[in-house]
């Protein structure tokens, strides 16, 4: 059974950092496409970061392009999400998602992880 | 970016009952779109992909049909546990976009 956890969400001041972790279970990690996608409180999906398969690099949404790094440890089957520079409007529950045969098709979630980005 | 409109944004409906959820994109996306279905604190689920494969595990009361740039989602049946939120997302060309979504509620 696939399983993702996401962890490492939190209260942190504007223009501070963050790193989410993911820790994924139940399939061969390296073989697979992941991405993060957030959801604002009460908001609709925005995927912001993903690699696509076969080893591709990685994608942003310009709306983190410059302040997110997205990073994977094929060893310990993590993904991980840098995030600097945080402003109030990324406050979001955070999930990563496994993508399926296309890299853009999301066929497993994490429970995901609250950021939250005030002063 | 392509854009993804949904309509309508809410829509109520009873048990038992058949509904239609439509998705617009702003350019052709040939058959690149999927279906979700989240419910109140839990993530998102995949339900449809290519537009109109229904997922491993889905009930077949869900289908979907479309392509170009016009989608639907189509609930036959309705049943209580299909009482949630629905998104289409383009797959065609990164970055992957969704539509707003659209909130199935209980008559």
């Known amino acids: 059974e696939v399983q993702l956890l996401e962890s490492g969400g939190g209260l942190v001041q504007p223009g501070g950092s963050l790193r989410l972790s993911c820790a994924a279970s139940?399939?061969?990690?390296?073989?697979?496409?992941m991405s993060w996608v957030r959801q604002a409180p009460g908001k609709g999906l925005e995927w912001i970061s993903g690699?696509?398969?076969?080893?591709?690099?990685?994608f942003y949404a310009d709306s983190v392009k410059g302040r997110f790094t997205i990073s994977r440890d094929n060893s310990n089957n993590t993904l991980y999400l840098q995030m600097n520079s945080l402003r109030a409007e990324d406050t979001a529950v955070y999930y990563c998602?496994?993508?399926?045969?296309?890299?853009?098709?999301?066929?497993?979630w994490g429970h995901g992880t609250l950021v939250t980005v005030s002063s | 970016d392509i854009q993804m409109t949904q309509s309508p944004s809410s829509l109520s409906a009873s048990v038992g009952d058949g509904v239609t959820i439509t998705c617009r994109a702003s350019?052709?996306?040939?058959?690149?779109l999927v279906w979700y279905q989240q419910k109140p604190g839990e993530a998102p689920n995949l339900l449809i992909y290519?537009?109109?494969s229904l997922q491993s595990g889905a009930p077949s009361r869900f289908s979907g049909s479309g392509s170009g740039t016009d989608f639907t989602l189509t609930i036959s049946r309705l049943q209580p546990e299909d009482f949630a939120t629905y998104y289409c997302?383009?797959?065609?060309?990164?970055?992957?976009?969704f539509g707003q979504g659209t909130k199935l509620e209980i008559k």
């Open positions: 139940g399939f061969t990690f390296s073989h697979y496409a």
């Open positions: 290519a537009a109109s």
């Open positions: 998602a496994k993508g399926a045969g296309h890299w853009l098709v999301f066929d497993s």
């Open positions: 997302q383009q797959t065609y060309s990164p970055p992957p976009t």
């Open positions: 350019q052709s996306i040939s058959k690149s």
């Open positions: 690699f696509s398969a076969g080893g591709g690099g990685a």
